[in-house]
């Protein structure tokens, strides 16, 4: 198993520049998610989805787009880049239908926006 | 609200010694509890969890305690050893639609050989 799987592992984007993030597991995991991770802050969660072609809204979603028309992959769009959306960002899955179940994290995507 | 914060942004201590990081959280809609390590340049990984009817839970040289009448979670790591240095986050599982895990700040621990 490879778990959960980031690319790219870095990307520096113009300002207004689009571009998405991909994320795939391979656990059959339900439940996917996508945080960023800033400086002296926690990870905050942008869109989540229960399964396939569920999507909802987290803590900051504002200036993302997701879909989820597989179970495996779970893509974060970025629409138009902001230099506020400068940061770390890891997608995560779990087992669904199980809330008790720990959440297992990529390696994370590293995106600098100019 | 919804937050998890924790007390102290680092914590520093001595090979061998024990650790303890805690972190308060404010949803009493929350039912289960994790405890995740993070090493520089990757993902957190799962270190422990406590769902909401324990108070104690034991792994290999971890514990975490939940005090749930205060709202308090508390990991301890027993023997510290070089190898723990790293950030630590609390998070929480909310029952409300969802299940949303919503993380704290995190606190970095060193360990001074």
Known sequence: NAGVTQTPKFQVLKTGQSMTLQCAQDMNHEYMSWYRQDPGMGLRLIHYSVGAGITDQGEVPNGYNVSRSTTEDFPLRLLSAAPSQTSVYFCASRAGGLMGSPLHFGNGTRLTVT | GESVGLHLPTLSVQE?????INCAYSNSAS????????????????IIDIRSNMDKRQGQRVTVLLNKTVKHLSLQI????????????CAETLNTGGFKTIFGAGTRLFVKA
């Not at chain 2, 027993?78 to 986050?89: E, L, N, R």
């Open chain 2, 16 to 20: 061998g010694d024990n650790s303890i």
């Open chain 2, 31 to 46: 039912d289960y509890f994790i405890w995740y390590k993070q090493e520089s340049g990757k993902g957190p990984q799962f």
């Open chain 2, 78 to 89: 027993a023997a510290t050893q070089p190898g723990d240095s790293a950030v630590y986050f």
